[in-house]
T-cell receptor, first 113, second 115 residues
Framework: DAEITQSPRHKITETGRQVTLACHQT?????MFWYRQDLGHGLRLIHY???????NKGEVSDGYSVSRSNTEDLPLTLESAASSQTSVYFC????????????FGPGTRLTVT | GESVGLHLPTLSVQEGDNSIINCAYSNSASDYFIWYKQESGKGPQFIID?????DKRQGQRVTVLLNKTVKHLSLQIAATQPGDSAVYFCAEINAGGTSYGKLTFGQGTILTVHP
């Protein structure tokens, strides 16, 4: 069955370190998204991609970057982790004629100490 | 800017009752409105959507109502079950008729179903 996976599921890192969160989908979807979820803020869009080599900034993109070298993967990199980036991160994908129906991964809980 | 919000942050119901979760939105240009369910420790899961030119859509045990006059969206769950306990998010998208577009999520409502 097609799925979307994230790794690691839990990560603790120190301030200033570079961190990369992986997202892999086997839906063959063109669209991929990264969100962060914090209490009181719901889901906020970090970056998104509509296809290979395409990346776009979301509403909270500062301090994050993504790259899309193939259809299946959209890794999220925190260039220099900050405590404010402690959050739960969700990757999602969508495709076909229903681009608004996004399939979410299980999430990565990141703690920056 | 665009925003989607919720009237009630929490809702507690008895098993078997009907539940109604409400949402207000501000972007009149949105093409679709969507409800997602998020269970504890999991990612959000698509429940049902409604196009902006409709006012009602029914699924299995769920109905979504759209009132564009007052920019209000609601999710009705019939015969609520303990497995329905979760956080429910409304979301809107302005895709301009394409399959693209970004979702804007509301804050979420916590639904608790008591046996």
């Amino acid at each position: 069955d097609a799925e979307i996976t994230q790794s690691p599921r839990h990560k603790i890192t120190e301030t200033g370190r570079q961190v990369t969160l992986a997202c892999h989908q086997t839906w063959n979807h063109n669209n991929m998204f990264w969100y962060r979820q914090d209490l009181g803020h719901g889901l906020r869009l970090i970056h998104y991609s509509y296809g290979v080599q395409d990346t776009n900034k979301g509403e909270v993109s500062d301090g994050y970057s993504v790259s899309r070298s193939n259809t299946e993967d959209l890794p999220l990199t925190l260039e220099s982790a900050a405590s404010s980036q402690t959050s739960v991160y969700f990757c999602a994908s969508s495709g076909g004629g229903r681009g608004y129906e996004q399939y979410f991964g299980p999430g990565t809980r990141l703690t920056v100490t | 800017g665009e925003s989607v919000g919720l009237h009630l942050p929490t809702l507690s119901v008895q098993e078997g009752d009907n539940s109604i979760i409400n949402c207000a939105y501000s972007n009149s240009a949105s093409d679709y409105f969507i409800w997602y369910k998020q269970e504890s420790g999991k990612g959000p899961q698509f429940i049902i959507d409604i196009r902006s030119n409709m006012d009602k859509r029914q699924g299995q045990r769920v109905t979504v109502l759209l009132n564009k006059t007052v920019k209000h969206l609601s999710l009705q769950i019939a015969a609520t079950q303990p497995g329905d306990s979760a956080v429910y998010f409304c979301a809107e998208i302005n895709a301009g008729g394409t399959s693209y577009g970004k979702l804007t999520f509301g804050q979420g409502t916590i639904l608790t179903v008591h046996p």
